[in-house]
């Protein structure tokens, strides 16, 4: 009822009655008409009445109702329904120079942010400067973690994650299988890393979560981290992974380190591995 309110019958294309109208917003009636489903049944639903309900009908009274994206897939949970996939709204889109904010904040630790298809949309200086990630690489994180012999090289745990990387993105496939990208994305993975190809056979499955890293900085040494990966809920196409210094190897004074000034000159000098 009270979304209801919020739409005019001008707004909806209709009448609006002039002073004799007492309701506010459209009638019951009138959003029954536009959505195509009768009267009763619409009052029904408003009512929450024991009723079959099926997503094309709940499409057509959102669209009438104007409802957003959020409560569109809350309409589908009140009505029992498997709720659509999240979609980003228009007033969402410009969270980037937020989110840019967040991950140089998170400095002096790694911290990168994917689309949904791995591609990295931006990272901070810590990311550059331990995980090796460049303007020069594909930018893909899947396609990076099994072709780019710098990371690699100082991945300690390189085979113990590999198997985690396949599952996660197993799962991301699975979420969309219809997806283009992520079929395009899968035959060149395959094509350029046997080593994927062998674990893809496998058809393990893993959401994505926490993933321990031990990685041979050429300047400090060992670094131990862990990071996390987590989705803002206004943008479903985004995610954005952290990586926390474990107690071990002295890795957070080392990363402190490696973001001052001294460790910034350093870095600048190419050193083997």
Request: with cysteine.
């Amino acid at each position: 009822m009270s979304r209801r309110a919020r739409v005019s019958p001008a707004e909806a294309g209709l009448p609006d009655g002039g002073a004799r109208r007492r309701t506010p917003g459209l009638r019951r009636e009138e959003v029954a008409v536009l959505a195509g489903v009768g009267a009763s049944w619409y009052q029904w639903l408003e009512q929450g009445r024991d009723i079959s309900v099926s997503p094309q009908v709940l499409d057509s009274v959102a669209r009438v109702l104007r409802l957003s994206n959020t409560e569109r897939r809350h309409l589908y949970t009140l009505a029992g329904l498997n709720p659509p996939a999240p979609e980003v709204a228009p007033g969402d889109r410009d969270m980037c120079d937020g989110l840019r904010r967040l991950i140089d904040t998170w400095m002096p630790y790694p911290a990168h942010i994917m689309d949904p298809y791995y591609n990295c949309v931006m990272y901070n200086d810590a990311a550059a400067v331990v995980l090796g990630m460049r303007p020069e690489i594909t930018q893909n994180c899947v396609l990076d973690f099994f072709t780019d012999a710098l990371y690699r090289g100082r991945s300690h745990t390189w085979e113990r994650n590999a198997r985690s990387v396949v599952a996660q993105f197993r799962a991301s496939c699975a979420a969309a299988p219809d997806d283009e990208g992520f079929r395009e994305l899968l035959a060149r993975l395959t094509e350029e890393s046997p080593e994927f190809a062998e674990l893809w056979d496998r058809r393990d499955i893993e959401e994505a979560g926490q993933i321990r890293k031990e990685l041979d900085h050429p300047l400090v040494g060992l670094l131990a981290v862990e990071s996390t990966a987590m989705k803002v809920p206004a943008r479903p196409d985004l995610t954005i992974v952290l990586h926390a210094p474990l107690p071990e190897a002295n890795t957070a004074a080392k990363l402190e380190w490696l973001a001052s000034p001294e460790g910034r000159r350093g870095s600048m000098y190419p050193v083997a591995g």
